[in-house]
């Protein structure tokens, strides 16, 4: 935890030391770094901060439970932090098992189209008919015809068969 947290260590020491602490499932080390990282977001410590942020949300997303679902979609859903970390914690949230309900949720909350392609990328990886029902509302209402690009390529890589027959209707229908 000193390693990780010195700003005078070398950065590749710093991630390696947030790397184990996430390996190392508690509800201490989860807490240790979810304040290093609140530390860090607002820190001087410019790219290296922002780099060791990175691998503490990847560290939280490895280890289950323990609160990290809710807190890696409340780094997502906060625009206090930059798109790319936000698009870090989007992703990890689906690592870290954040249902399908959540994450579809988030989409309508989020402006940057950035974010909204990822948590789209994130819903196609679920693989649950879920998240095929949102990727299919995605495709068929979303204002934002890059998105709904986005979520009809995601659907031709689904193996859910009502996935066929929306494309099929999207390409049939006249517009």
């Keep these: 935890r000193a390693i ?16 184990w602490l996430g390996q ?6 989860a807490a240790f770094l979810r ?8 820190s ?10 990175k691998k503490i949300l990847f560290s939280l997303s490895q280890m289950r439970g323990e609160g990290n679902d809710k807190w890696l979609m409340d780094v997502a ?10 698009k870090q914690a989007i992703f ?11 994450l579809a949720a988030l989409y309508p909350k989020v402006t940057d189209r950035e974010l909204k392609g990822q948590l789209i990328w994130v819903l196609s990886e679920k693989r649950d008919p879920a998240a095929v029902d949102r990727l299919i509302q995605i495709a068929k ?26 494309l099929l209707e999207i390409i049939n229908s006249p517009r």
Excluded at 44 to 53: D, K, P
Excluded at 77 to 86: H, K, L, S
């Design 44 to 53: 001087a410590e410019g790219s290296s901060g922002e780099s060791i942020a």
């Design 141 to 166: 209402t979303d204002p934002d015809r890059e998105m709904r690009k986005k979520a009809i390529f995601w659907l031709g890589q689904s193996n859910d068969p009502r996935a066929k027959d929306v």
């Design 35 to 42: 304040s290093m990282f609140d530390k860090l977001a607002g």
């Design 77 to 86: 859903a906060n625009p206090r932090y930059t798109v790319e970390t936000r």
């Design 4 to 19: 990780a947290q010195d700003p005078n260590a070398p950065e590749g020491l710093r991630e390696k030391a947030v790397f």
């Design 24 to 29: 190392q499932k508690s509800p201490e080390n």
């Design 92 to 102: 990890g949230a689906g690592q870290a098992g954040v249902t399908t309900a959540d």
